[in-house]
């Protein structure tokens, strides 16, 4: 049986394993040599975003309304780095990708074009973390943490010492998102632990409906907390700037964290 259900137009191997790219139906995506989608592109509306859980990873923006410095670990297809290239003329961008070929297909594929704001690193997100959270504290105020291969998350982030690093690479008011794997539930249960013990429970997941995603949002000791009412507002005007499901996240925010929730929002 054919592994996809639309039309390979690029296919090539690294170190690492298998890229293909795939088209059906105006959507470009590409894989690790498995069914799961690591990025997608519309042909007609490149700069919108395609997969739901890159969509869930942009709820950061329910509690935070710009960011100067951001950090992404994992570019992919560089859906998120295009995203807020795109939406924030005024923001610099760190990103680092592991495949120095996925850093290509990104550009030659996926449009993500050379930009004087972003940075794009050849180095393993984890490492690149802890080398650099005793200079660079402080620097961000975005960190997106979206790194898989083929196997599932990436083994150099799935470590306590990834986050504590990542919280002294954050701004006091800065905010870390992260994709994990619902069906990884011994990873993803651990990451959740330690991001909770790293940010002093200040941590919010978000389940992506009908997929297995899970997003995490963890916030620095420096972030206000919100009233709900301001937030139900945002979401609504959220959805109208981006065309992105704002009031779901915040409705699935507040089903799913009934009692974590309580360190973001006012008494």
Same mark, same amino acid.
């Given at each position: ?31 690790? &040599? =498995?069914?799961? +989608? @690591? ?8 700069? /919108? !975003?395609? #997969? ?73 997100? &984890? =490492?690149?973390? +802890? @080398? ?8 961000? /105020? !975005?960190? #997106? ?123």
């Amino acid at each position: 049986m054919y592994k996809y259900d639309g039309l390979v137009i690029y296919q090539n191997h690294d170190d690492e394993g298998i890229l293909e790219i795939v088209e059906q139906n105006g959507i470009r995506s590409l894989h690790f &040599g =498995s069914h799961s +989608r @690591q990025s997608s592109l519309s042909l007609k509306d490149p700069e /919108g !975003l395609q #997969l739901p859980y890159t969509r869930a990873m942009t709820s950061w923006l329910l509690f935070k309304e710009t960011v100067n410095n951001a950090l992404i670990i994992g570019l992919g297809g560089g859906s998120l780095a295009r995203h807020l290239l795109y939406h924030f003329p005024e923001c610099r961008l760190r990103a680092v990708e592991y495949r120095a070929s996925v850093v290509k297909i990104a550009r030659s594929h996926f449009g993500l074009s050379l930009d004087s704001r972003l940075k794009v690193i050849v180095d393993d997100g &984890g =490492s690149y973390v +802890r @080398q650099h959270a005793q200079t660079s504290a402080g620097q961000y /105020g !975005l960190i #997106l943490v979206d790194a898989f291969d083929s196997e599932g998350l990436a083994e150099s982030i799935a470590s306590i010492a990834f986050f504590d690093a990542c919280k002294i690479l954050l701004e006091p008011n800065g905010i870390l998102v992260i994709n994990l794997w619902g069906t990884e539930k011994k990873v993803s249960g651990s990451c959740l632990q330690w991001l909770e013990q790293v940010f002093n429970e200040k941590v919010l997941i978000l389940p992506v409906r009908n997929r297995g995603n899970l997003i995490a949002v963890a916030f620095n000791q420096g972030v206000p907390r919100f009233d709900m009412k301001a937030l139900k507002a945002r979401a609504i005007e959220l959805e109208q700037q981006y065309q992105i499901e704002f009031p779901k996240f915040l409705k699935d925010f507040n089903k799913h964290n009934s009692y974590s929730i309580q360190a973001v929002l006012t008494k």
